[in-house]
């Protein structure tokens, strides 16, 4: 071998190293603009598949709910399997699960698919985090980190704008199915490089999967999802109640199984760790809070104000545009200022809805868009300056073994906190509207939403604060 090839060795290993990483954050963002995207795209899913309020929950919900219930088992498998395999199988069941989506002539069969998007998800979402732990190293690592952060935020954010132009390019005449055909060609193209990009890894121990653990933990969830998103059309009925206290009596003896299986779903001991408790509690309060504000004013936007789907995903690129802004400065700051951006950012997301809430107050429905801009970019900025660094302050320091089934716990909070956010927040946002709403009820739906946002946006400061004090 001459001296020119062994020089240029390591150049070709660390692009292959940063082409992983694209394929692996293609797969991000997919899954995480599809929770997202359809916000825009639900006045013409209503009036096309004639969905009622409830029906619209569970479009968003199905998804987050099989995502979340299936997020653990899904990184354990990776562990024990290879996680690079479990990535391409959990995309390939995405891109098949988008393209029934596309295709789905009823509201029933759209929930149904959109469901089977939530598992292909499941399977693949703790992988990236996992390979990306496995792979890079030093800066490496927190660069790594920083840039999977900022793309799972720009799909978070971004997914409102993206779908408002599909939707008006209307492209082949598919309207709002294109929010979801447009998942096909990207999968395909990523399971097509994967192989030869991403390198296997798997846990040094191999083990039999805990079946019961994983029977147990998505029952759970379910148990507290389901009566959430139902019980406000219902009435509230005796089996809603029920389900939530058994979700309770799962969640305990899902606890007992993991201390007692020789190789369990979550190792307890991770849980020991305070700075991992509590980035999961700062997590939950996170995207919990962020994903029902992007449906609330997805609808305040075009059912309240009367928006197009363009027009509303274009007031969501204020929000964008300064996430991406402080997305990409949080590492500098963080250099300068410690963990003081965490903190900042939690507060800045507070007082932009803060603003934002005063402003709805004053405005209703009328008057201009652009007055808006200030509160969303406060928001956006705050969410830019939490959301880059909290999935890395989570996960540092923990044990390697573990790093598929630590990044699985972290993406099933973030997922069902997701579909948590939506369920709590959609009951104040529908219970405010009534049964014959008028566009000024919009405003009134948005704005005690919006006082419920401002206090977990508070919350979320107290907890980042605490976690600051845990090194890793």
């Given at each position: 071998m001459s001296d020119v090839d062994i020089?240029?060795?390591?150049?070709?290993?660390?692009?292959?190293?940063?082409?992983?990483?694209?394929?692996?954050?293609?797969?991000?963002?997919?899954?995480?603009?599809?929770?997202?995207?359809?916000?825009?795209?639900?006045?013409?899913?209503?009036?096309e598949l004639n969905a009622a309020p409830a029906t619209v929950e569970w479009m968003v919900a199905s998804y987050g709910l099989t995502y979340a219930a299936g997020l653990i088992v899904g990184g354990r498998l990776g562990d024990l399997i290879g996680r690079r395999r479990m990535f391409s199988s959990g995309l390939a069941t995405f891109t098949c699960a988008s393209a029934a989506c596309g295709c789905a002539p009823t509201a029933?069969?759209?929930?149904?698919?959109?469901?089977?998007?939530?598992?292909?998800?499941?399977?693949?979402?703790?992988?990236?985090?996992?390979?990306?732990?496995?792979?890079?190293?030093?800066?490496?690592?927190?660069?790594?980190?920083?840039?999977?952060?900022?793309?799972?935020?720009?799909?978070?954010?971004?997914?409102?704008?993206?779908?408002?132009?599909l939707i008006q390019a209307d492209v082949l005449g598919l309207g709002w199915r294109g929010c979801f055909l447009v998942n096909v060609p990207l999968g395909a193209v990523a399971l097509l490089l994967a192989p030869s990009l991403v390198a296997e890894s798997r846990a040094m121990l191999r083990s039999r999967l805990d079946v019961g653990g994983a029977i147990l933990i998505t029952l759970a969830i379910a148990a507290v999802l389901v009566p959430l998103i139902e019980g406000r059309r219902q009435g509230w009925p005796a089996w809603t109640w029920l389900s939530l206290i058994a979700a309770l009596a799962l969640a305990v003896a899902f606890g007992r199984q993991q201390r007692r299986h020789?190789?369990?779903?979550?190792?307890?001991?991770?849980?020991?760790?305070?700075?991992?408790?509590?980035?999961?509690?700062?997590?939950?309060?996170?995207?919990?809070?962020?994903?029902?504000?992007f449906l609330v004013l997805a609808l305040y936007l075009q059912q309240g104000r009367g928006l197009s789907p363009l027009a509303s995903g274009l007031v969501f690129t204020t929000m964008g545009s300064a996430f991406s802004v402080a997305s990409l400065a949080a590492g500098r700051v963080a250099r300068v200022l410690g963990g003081a951006p965490l903190v900042v950012g939690a507060l800045g997301m507070a007082v932009g809805l803060l603003g934002l809430r005063l402003t709805i107050g004053w405005i209703g429905v009328s008057g201009s868009s652009l007055l808006l801009v200030p509160g969303l970019a406060l928001e956006g900025a705050g969410m830019g300056l939490v959301?880059?660094?909290?999935?890395?302050?989570?996960?540092?320091?923990?044990?390697?073994?573990?790093?598929?089934?630590?990044a699985g716990v972290l993406v099933t909070v973030q997922q069902f906190a997701n579909a948590l956010g939506v369920a709590l927040i959609g009951l104040v946002f529908f219970g405010v509207l009534g049964h014959a709403p008028r566009p000024?009820?919009?405003?009134?739906?948005?704005?005690?939403?919006?006082?419920?946002?401002?206090?977990?946006?508070?919350?979320?400061?107290?907890?980042?604060?605490?976690l600051l004090r845990h090194p890793a």
């Amino acid at each position: 071998m001459s001296d020119v090839d062994i020089q240029t060795q390591p150049i070709a290993l660390a692009l292959r190293r940063w082409l992983a990483l694209l394929v692996l954050l293609v797969g991000t963002f997919m899954v995480t603009l599809d929770f997202f995207i359809v916000n825009v795209a639900i006045p013409s899913l209503q009036r096309e598949l004639n969905a009622a309020p409830a029906t619209v929950e569970w479009m968003v919900a199905s998804y987050g709910l099989t995502y979340a219930a299936g997020l653990i088992v899904g990184g354990r498998l990776g562990d024990l399997i290879g996680r690079r395999r479990m990535f391409s199988s959990g995309l390939a069941t995405f891109t098949c699960a988008s393209a029934a989506c596309g295709c789905a002539p009823t509201a029933a069969l759209l929930i149904v698919a959109r469901a089977l998007q939530g598992v292909g998800a499941a399977l693949l979402a703790p992988q990236v985090l996992a390979i990306i732990g496995v792979t890079y190293t030093g800066p490496d690592r927190a660069r790594a980190f920083a840039v999977y952060s900022v793309v799972m935020g720009l799909a978070s954010a971004c997914g409102q704008v993206i779908g408002g132009m599909l939707i008006q390019a209307d492209v082949l005449g598919l309207g709002w199915r294109g929010c979801f055909l447009v998942n096909v060609p990207l999968g395909a193209v990523a399971l097509l490089l994967a192989p030869s990009l991403v390198a296997e890894s798997r846990a040094m121990l191999r083990s039999r999967l805990d079946v019961g653990g994983a029977i147990l933990i998505t029952l759970a969830i379910a148990a507290v999802l389901v009566p959430l998103i139902e019980g406000r059309r219902q009435g509230w009925p005796a089996w809603t109640w029920l389900s939530l206290i058994a979700a309770l009596a799962l969640a305990v003896a899902f606890g007992r199984q993991q201390r007692r299986h020789a190789a369990p779903l979550i190792d307890p001991a991770l849980f020991q760790i305070a700075r991992f408790r509590i980035g999961l509690l700062a997590a939950l309060t996170l995207f919990g809070g962020v994903a029902s504000f992007f449906l609330v004013l997805a609808l305040y936007l075009q059912q309240g104000r009367g928006l197009s789907p363009l027009a509303s995903g274009l007031v969501f690129t204020t929000m964008g545009s300064a996430f991406s802004v402080a997305s990409l400065a949080a590492g500098r700051v963080a250099r300068v200022l410690g963990g003081a951006p965490l903190v900042v950012g939690a507060l800045g997301m507070a007082v932009g809805l803060l603003g934002l809430r005063l402003t709805i107050g004053w405005i209703g429905v009328s008057g201009s868009s652009l007055l808006l801009v200030p509160g969303l970019a406060l928001e956006g900025a705050g969410m830019g300056l939490v959301m880059a660094p909290l999935a890395a302050a989570v996960l540092a320091g923990l044990p390697a073994r573990d790093a598929s089934a630590a990044a699985g716990v972290l993406v099933t909070v973030q997922q069902f906190a997701n579909a948590l956010g939506v369920a709590l927040i959609g009951l104040v946002f529908f219970g405010v509207l009534g049964h014959a709403p008028r566009p000024a009820s919009y405003a009134s739906a948005f704005d005690m939403s919006l006082d419920c946002l401002i206090g977990l946006a508070a919350m979320l400061a107290l907890l980042v604060r605490r976690l600051l004090r845990h090194p890793a």
